[in-house]
């Protein structure tokens, strides 16, 4: 069936670049995203990649998808503190459907 | 400017009661979910609907129930028979296809007292 998995944790260095990643199981998704949740707040869309793509650039945030090992990972460039938030990877495994399957988030925390 | 809310943001409630959170979207999103997030843990889905008056049972849809009469809300009724509601509620909007993404509200914090 469909599954979405990551990592729980995460701690980095504030200034070094963190690294995300998430690993998903059906190879007929389309469109695969990240989202981040801030503490008490909804989640906020923060980039998706259409699976024709291997990367994907939008400022500090890189996305790379490797449809081969099913595996996507998130790269933010220059940690800050107010990068800590829990991360999601999420892939919409059927769009007739318009359901998205989320993993279980990866808490990012970052140490001075 | 175009957006979902949910309200309220802090909901307590005695035990043995219902209780409704409400989400209304004015993005013109044909499709409408309900999300529960216990803590440390990932999404769980309750209820989705995609057109007014038609909505499907997610994951975890014993203890609730949901109406979709306007295509602007999808209000979600927390029952007397879900044994452990104290938790987040997160609703979400979306086109048809969902291919951009969902747009998700601020959450309901749901409390048994």
Not at chain 1, 28 to 45: D, F, I, N, R, V
Not at chain 1, 65 to 77: E, M, Q
């Amino acid at each position: 069936g469909e599954d979405v998995e990551q990592s729980l944790f995460l701690s980095v260095r504030e200034g070094d670049s963190s690294v995300i990643n998430c690993t998903y199981t059906d190879s007929s998704s389309t469109y695969l995203y990240w989202y981040k949740q801030e503490p008490g707040a909804g989640l906020q869309l923060l980039t998706y990649i259409f699976s024709n793509m291997d990367m994907k650039q939008d400022q500090r945030l890189t996305v790379l998808l490797n449809k081969k090992d099913k595996h996507l990972s998130l790269r933010i460039a220059d940690t800050q503190t107010g990068d800590s938030a829990i991360y999601f990877c999420a892939e919409n495994a059927d769009s007739s459907a318009s359901k998205i399957i989320f993993g279980s988030g990866t808490r990012l925390s970052i140490r001075p | 400017d175009g957006g979902i809310t949910q309200s309220p943001k802090y909901l307590f409630r005695k035990e043995g009661q219902n209780v409704t959170l409400s989400c209304e979207q004015n993005l013109n999103h044909d499709a409408m979910y309900w999300y529960r997030q216990d803590p440390g843990q990932g999404l769980r889905l309750i209820y989705y609907s995609q057109i007014v008056n038609d909505f499907q049972k997610g994951d975890i849809a014993e203890g609730y129930s949901v109406s979709r009469e306007k295509k602007e809300s999808f209000p979600l009724t927390v029952t007397s028979a879900q044994k452990n509601p104290t938790a987040f509620y997160l609703c979400a909007s979306s086109v048809r296809t969902a291919n951009y993404g969902y747009t998700f509200g601020s959450g309901t914090r749901l409390t048994v007292v």
